[in-house]
C-alpha cells in the first residue's frame, strides 16, 4: 500500500517562500507520474502540478510560473519550490499519483496527512 508523507509547509508572509518535500514509498515511484495538489479553506482540493517520470514539469494556472516541481527517484522524493506566495496559496498541500481522469488531473486512493501552507500580510 503507498504511503506518503508531505513536509515543509509553514506561515510566510506575502512574498516569501517554502519549499515542500514528499517521500513516498509502497509504489514504484521511479515509474510513476507525480503530483501536488491543495486543499483552500472552503474549497475543493485542486491540482497544482505535474512531474512525470522523465522529470518533466507541468503547472496548472495557480503557480503562474511562481513554482517549481522536481523529484529525486534515489530518494522517492518529489519538490515543490513555491516562491512570491500569495495570501490565495494558502492551504493544505498533498502530493501523489497523478492520475488523468476525464481530462482531469486526480491523485490516487490513499493521501497523506498533508503539509499547511499560511500566508499572511
Known sequence: QIHIVETGGGSVQIGGSLNLSCV???VDFGGAEMAWFRQSPGKQREFVARITKFGSGHY???PKRRFTISRDNSKK???LQMGSLEPEDTGLYYCNIARLINWRWEGGEYWGQG???TVSS
Request: charged residues 0%; neutral net charge.
Open 24 to 26: 513516498v514509498s509502497g
Open 60 to 62: 496548472s494556472s495557480i
Open 77 to 79: 522524493t518529489v519538490y
Open 115 to 117: 503539509t499547511q501552507v
